[in-house]
C-alpha cells in the first residue's frame, strides 16, 4: 500500500465542531507558514458554517479570508466543504448562483470540494460538480454515512458508482456523527476500493471515542486519505487528533511522512487559540465528552453545539437528554435523513421544540415543513405521513429536482446588491445570507470612527464574546 494521506481540519472543521466556528482569521495566519510546509494533502479550511459564522459573529469577509489564507500558504492545497445546491446557506439556490458561486469559490483559492447532500440525493450535486469541474477545481463527491433500516453498505457502494460517473474525482466517506464503527469502516472501505476506481477520503468524528481506530481500521484496508485534527481542538465532537495517528502508522507501509515537529510547531500556536475559546466560554465542556449514547441518538459533532446553544438560550438546559431522546424519533418521521447540515438544523430545532412545547408537534418550523414536502429532495425512507399531514396539510408533494422549480436568481440579486455590493463576491454574501450580509457590508463601506486607527486603517476583525 501507498503512504496514507492527511486532510487537516484544524481551520474549519475543528473550531465548527467544537467552538461553534469562532476561530478569527487574525489568529488562523500566523500558524500558516507552519501548515504550509507539513506536507498534507489537504487543509480544510472554509465552507461549512465558516461563511455564515464570519458574516454574523466575527465581522470578517469570508472571502478576505480565503484570499489571506492563499496568500499564506500556497503550496498546500486549499479545500472547502459544499452542500450541493445549498452551497454555504440552508436552502436551495437557483443554477446560475451556484455556477457563480464555484467559479468564485475556485478563483479566490480553494483547490478541492467537497460536495454533499443532507438526503443523499444525487440530483442536488449535479450542478456543483458540473461547475466545479468546468472551472478547474477537484471533485470530492461524499456521501453522508447514516445509520438506518435504509442505509446499508451497498447502498452506499451503489451510491459512490454513481458518484464516480458524474465526474467526481475523489469519493468521501462523510461520517458526521462518529457512527461508521471501526470494523463496517474496515469493510466498507475495502469494498470501494474494488467497486470504483477513486481515491477514497474517510472523514469521522471522535463523538463515541471511536474515530482513531476507525481511521486505523480504513488505513488498514486501504484508504488514501483520512481527515484528522490538530491536537488543541481534536477529539470529542472534531477529528481523531492528527499527531496520534501520525504517530501510530510512523514505519509501517501506510507511513504519513509527516514531520512531528512542525505538527507540534503548529499545535503550540492553536494551543493558544483553543485556551482563548475556553476562556471566553465559547468552548463548552460537553464537546470533550465521549459519550456512546451518539450511537443510538446519531447527533453529528456540529449539531450536539447547536444544541446546547439553543437550550441555553431557551432556559432549558435541563433538557438536553430529552432532546437527545427526541432525535431519532423525528428522524424516523422524517424518513431517516442523514443528520448533516442543514438537516440535522432541522431535526435538531423540531425535537427541541417538541420537548420545550410539550406537546410533539405542536409547532412545526418552516424548515421542516418544507423537508417534508420536498423542498430538498427526495427523503430516504417512509415518511410519518400523520405528522406529514399535520405538517403541509394538502400542499402537493415536490417529486422533481426541486432546483428545477427555482428561476435563475442571479441578476435579481445584482439588482438589488447595487450601491451595497462591491464586487461579485458581495453579491454572492448576499445571496448567501441575505438578513446578515447587508448589515456587515454596510459597516464595512460605511466604517464608524472607531474601527478605523490612528493611521486610518480599517479593523477588520473585532473581539468576539462568544455571545
Known sequence: MNKLWITDTILRDAHQSQAATRMR??????????????????????????????????NEDPWERLRALKKAMPKTKLQMLMRGQNLLGYKHYADDVVQSFCKKSLENGIDVVRIFDALNDVRNMETSIKFVKEYGG?????????????????YFVKLACTLEKMGADVICIKDMANLLLPYQAYSLVKKLKETVSLPIHMHTHNSTGTGDMVCLMAAQAGVDIVDTALSPLANGTSQPCTEALVCTLQGTQRDTGLDLNKLNDAATHFRGIADRLKKDGVIDSKVYRVDTKTLLYQVPGGMLSNLISQLRQAGAE???????????????????????????????????????????????????????????????????????????????LITCRPADLIAPEMENIRKDAAGLAKSEEDVLSIAMFPQVAPDFLEKRNNPSPSSVDENGVRTLWVVDTGN
Not at 500558516?32 to 455564515?52: K, M, N, P, R, V
Not at 477537484?138 to 451497498?154: G, K, L, Q, W
Not at 412545547?357 to 400523520?386: F, M
Request: hydrophobic fraction near 35%; include cysteine; glycine fraction near 8%.
Open 318 to 396: 435541563d433538557k438536553y437528554d430529552e432532546v437527545l431522546a427526541e432525535v431519532p424519533r423525528v428522524r424516523e418521521d422524517f424518513g431517516f435523513p442523514p443528520l448533516v447540515t442543514p438537516t440535522s438544523q432541522i431535526v435538531g430545532s423540531q425535537a427541541v421544540l417538541n420537548v420545550v412545547s410539550g406537546e410533539r408537534y405542536k409547532t412545526i418550523t418552516k424548515e421542516a415543513k418544507g423537508l417534508l414536502r420536498g423542498e430538498y429532495g427526495k427523503l430516504p425512507g417512509k415518511v410519518n405521513e400523520d405528522v406529514r399531514k399535520k405538517a403541509i396539510g394538502d400542499e402537493p
Open 25 to 58: 482569521t487574525e489568529e488562523m495566519l500566523p500558524a500558516c507558514q507552519i501548515l504550509d510546509e507539513i506536507g498534507y494533502w489537504s487543509l480544510e479550511c472554509w465552507g461549512g458554517a465558516t461563511f455564515d459564522a464570519c458574516l454574523r459573529f466575527l
Open 138 to 154: 477537484t471533485v470530492e463527491a461524499a456521501f453522508s454515512y447514516t445509520i438506518s433500516p435504509v442505509h446499508s453498505e451497498d
